[in-house]
């Protein structure tokens, strides 16, 4: 690649960035920890690229396993090249369909946004972390299957009372309550609801412990990840959480999709499946 290349920090954004870090493991207290992030990106990524207009996203993907990622985006034109983006990332397990849709690219700063529905659902907003390794005819379908997960801030714990039915699940826009508005990022959410799932994870790279939930938040089932210091109270299976989130995912292609596939969904009954076989004569 030709032109110039220089390390671009202003988008190292203070605390939030550094608890997006966190979240996957990694301690980013000031630019020099953030650029030891974007050398390594550089060094040990998968490469990968798109072409928009007069200019070229180039991602880099640290994959350092068990779904844990960092994304960092270069940002190329007839001028030079700069890093316009590194930001954590976690690919989860289960996916989602989106429909209807709509993408909105800030190419210079190397991001993009989804807008799109959860058939049943809401409306949902995230960052779409992999926008350069998708192949353009991906987009040109109606609906989108995306592994969709939510890097938590903080959360809190507790178990269930005697009438569950006095909890509410939660899936919220921050940027629509009053006490986030001000700060908040246009995917960043409030979520509550029951722990369906959850496990400890280790990151690879610094040791640090993590939590995986599989989380029930009413309209949703939604997967969340966060570091084991910035999880308060007891986590137990089929309690109670609630947690803000900065809602992530990565769009799938056919290979992924299959690989995700685990067999019967047993939370079919039988008679369902008997329901959808007719005698053709």
């Avoid at 009372?161 to 309550?177: T, V, W």
């Avoid at 290979?255 to 047993?266: F, K, L, N, Q």
């Amino acid at each position: 690649m030709s032109g110039n290349h220089s390390s671009n920090t202003d988008f190292f954004s203070g605390a939030v960035m550094a608890e997006l870090f966190d979240a996957i493991g990694f301690q980013v207290a000031d630019e020099a920890s953030y650029n030891h992030l974007v050398e390594r990106a550089e060094l040990s990524g998968e490469r990968s690229f798109v072409h928009r207009r007069d200019a070229t996203l180039h991602g880099r993907c640290w994959r350092l396993g068990g779904g844990l990622e960092i994304w960092s985006i270069l940002y190329e034109n007839r001028v030079g090249l700069y890093y316009a983006d590194c930001r954590p990332a976690f690919r989860s397990r289960y996916v989602h369909l989106i429909h209807p849709w709509e993408l909105i690219e800030y190419d210079e700063d190397g991001e993009a946004i989804i807008h799109g529905g959860i058939p049943g659902g809401s409306r949902v907003v995230f960052e779409l972390q992999n926008l350069t390794e998708i192949r353009p005819n991906a987009f040109r379908e109606l609906h989108l299957h995306v592994a969709l997960a939510g890097l938590a801030y903080t959360a809190q714990a507790e178990p269930l009372p005697h009438d569950p039915r006095l909890l509410k699940p939660r899936f919220e826009l921050a940027e629509r309550l009053p006490e986030f508005a001000d700060d908040a990022c246009e995917n960043d959410y409030v979520i509550a609801g029951r722990v369906l799932a959850w496990r400890e994870i280790t990151n690879p790279e610094t040791r640090l412990r993590l939590v995986w939930m599989y989380m029930d938040v009413g309209e949703m089932r939604l997967e969340i990840l966060i570091n084991r210091h910035a999880l308060r109270g007891p986590l137990l299976m089929g309690g109670w959480v609630t947690a803000t989130v900065w809602l992530q995912g990565h769009v799938l292609q056919d290979s992924e999709i299959s690989a995700r596939y685990e067999g019967v969904d047993w939370e079919y009954e039988t008679s369902d499946f008997w329901t959808r076989l007719r005698r053709g004569n």
